[in-house]
């Protein structure tokens, strides 16, 4: 009887552990990119051909490598960055695992070139290899580095191809990529080219503000502090956004760990946290952090593409963070926001001792369980705080948030104008000018024939630049640039580049999230009337499209125990 049980071939194996490390064309630019900093390189040039799914080449100044070394490290588990369980727990380097190139050469066609860098070397190796298998080793001219050249990548997983998105998407991903190790080693110049076309290009020896501004622009970088902190042995620095920087979505926070780019939920629930007074709800901040730990309190073995870190003592890491950064952004002023996001704070908690209001907003606002009007008018009595509009009914009081109110109504108004097909349009007198980061410039560009169809007008206007033409006319007050910034960052968070159309509730929202209350621009009572019907029935009404409440009620009921006229 053969047995159930086999043991699989090398090949095999090797694609299976390649399908953990390597999972679309940016993993292997991260990969490659990695290995040429480890390599000390001080030049990384990438270029892409149609999203990476028809080529990666990697050219890097590093130490390069003798023959026999490619030939080892096209191994499974060769590495020259760690050789004992010590070193594990020590790692200083990028790399560890002598997992990737075996990896990407599993899935892919891959040319290797490469000459080390001694004098004894005068010519270099060129390795060809065909789905892991070396089809040609030999001598070849090479400058001192490495030249690596990826062709046809999953050629022989099929099921891996199907999963690749657009060669857009695929790009913004390797952009996304090489953003953050550009920002991790502003000592290194970086090149990213797209199908011949530069989309990101740093100069070698910048410290973190100059390649921030190379990357991102003056625009961003005038908005930012620098900030720095220590504490036993944890050293943090970087630039932080102020208040006044603030985006729709939380893509901005980038944060390294002794070199290393991260996701991690400690440090971006600390940065929230620091911020927590200062932005709105739903808004969040531009951050550049790098933690230096001592090597020991952080596990960098714990993700197979390493994007994700354990620290030895998260919440001591937590509180040097929230601390560090509150302690830098403390009188930058900023909207505070906690009174009108959360009503039970401000009249103290609903078990505690005191008076309390219970906001139900699930609960339907007006009339009766059928949904009847009630017959009685609403009386306003009046506003408060230049912000509020207290209004009575008969057995409650309403309080209603007027810029929320009044995105409610913008949502409303667009979306009719939309439903319509006429969202009607206001030309600006001066085009405003504005500038993108690459990834989010060729979505952009990307987009720029359908958000005609909603009004906004944008040329492009140079590599990342564009300048915008038209707004919809409800939108003429607003802040124009913030808002396409915030339009195109919701569109890069789409999986696929969809037409608009598809989107086009995410699209109003955001275009209605920008619109102004007019100081002193008290609802009439008409006005309140019909948002109140309005908000009975559109699904998401009790909350502005940012999540805020519009409306908060207290019952009459609950006025009464207050005074202890009731139990
Ligand atoms: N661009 C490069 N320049 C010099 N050496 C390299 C380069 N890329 C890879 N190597 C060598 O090949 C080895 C294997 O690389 P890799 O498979 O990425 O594993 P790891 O980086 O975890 O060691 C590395 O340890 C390094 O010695
Ligand atoms: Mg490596």
């Not at 953990?20 to 490659?32: A, G, H, T």
Request: charged letters at 25%.
């Amino acid at each position: 009887m053969t047995s159930r049980i086999h043991i699989l071939d090398d090949s095999l194996i090797s694609k299976i552990a390649a399908g953990e490390v390597i999972e679309r064309p940016s993993s292997i630019v991260k990969e490659l990119v990695e290995n040429a900093v480890d390599a000390q390189a001080t030049h990384i040039h990438v270029d892409i051909q149609q999203g990476g799914r028809r080529s990666i080449t990697l050219l890097d100044d590093g130490f390069g490598m003798t023959q026999d070394e490619v030939l080892l490290a096209l191994k499974r588990h060769a590495t020259s960055k760690i050789s004992t369980l010590e070193d594990l727990y020590n790692i200083q380097t990028l790399g560890f695992r002598g997992e990737a190139l075996p990896s990407i050469a599993s899935v892919s066609m891959m040319t290797l070139m490469t000459r080390a860098r001694e004098p004894s070397q005068v010519t270099g190796t060129r390795v060809d290899i065909e789905g892991g298998r070396v089809l040609k080793v030999g001598d070849c001219a090479s400058a001192e580095g490495t030249k690596i050249v990826v062709e046809n990548v999953f050629f022989n997983t099929p099921a891996r191809l199907k999963f690749l998105k657009s060669p857009e998407t695929e790009f913004s991903h390797i952009d996304t990529v090489v953003e953050q190790m550009a920002l991790a080693h502003p000592e290194i110049g970086f090149q990213l080219t797209h199908n011949g076309k530069k989309t990101l290009s740093c100069p070698l020896r910048q410290d973190l503000r100059q390649r921030i501004h190379s990357l991102y622009g003056a625009l961003i970088v005038d908005q930012c502090l620098s900030v720095t902190g220590e504490n036993q042995g944890f050293k943090m620095s970087g630039l932080v956004g102020r208040p006044s920087l603030h985006h729709g979505s939380a893509r901005n926070l980038f944060f390294f760990v002794n070199g290393r780019a991260v996701k991690d939920r400690t440090l971006h629930h600390a940065v929230l946290t620091a911020y927590e007074t200062l932005l709105m709800r739903g808004r969040y901040p531009e951050v550049f952090l790098f933690l230096e730990l001592p090597t020991d309190q952080v596990d960098v073995n714990v993700h197979p593409a390493k994007l994700e870190v354990r620290f030895a003592q998260s919440t001591h890491v937590h509180r040097f963070v929230v601390e560090t950064l509150k302690r830098h952004l403390q009188n930058q002023g900023g909207i505070s926001v906690r009174m009108v996001g959360d009503p039970s704070a401000a009249w103290g908690d609903p078990r505690g001792g005191t008076p309390s209001v219970a906001p139900s907003f699930q609960q339907p606002l007006l009339g009766d369980e059928r949904g009847r009007t009630p017959m009685t008018p609403l009386k306003i009595v009046g506003q408060i705080h230049e912000t509020y509009l207290l209004c009575e009914l008969p057995d409650k009081l309403i309080f209603v948030d007027q810029h929320a109110a009044h995105e409610r109504i913008g949502f409303e108004a667009l979306k009719r104008q939309y439903e319509a097909k006429k969202i009607l349009s206001q030309r600006l007198l001066v085009p405003e000018i504005f500038e993108l980061k690459p990834s989010l410039a060729e979505i952009l560009r990307y987009y720029l024939e359908d958000l005609r169809r909603w009004g906004l007008d944008i040329d492009s206007y140079g590599d990342h630049a564009f300048a915008i033409k038209a707004v919809p006319l409800l939108l003429e007050d607003t802040r124009h640039v913030e808002l396409v910034q915030d339009l195109v960052e919701s569109m890069a968070s789409y999986e696929l580049l969809q037409p608009l159309e598809k989107r086009w509730n995410e699209v109003l929202e955001t275009m209605a999230c920008h619109r102004q209350v007019r100081a002193g621009d008290l609802l009439s009572p008409q006005e309140i009337w019909a948002l109140l019907e309005e908000m009975k029935k559109t699904p998401r009404a009790m909350t502005c499209p940012h999540g805020r409440p519009v409306i908060v009620e207290v019952m009459f009921e609950e006025v009464e125990r207050w005074f202890k006229r009731k139990k």
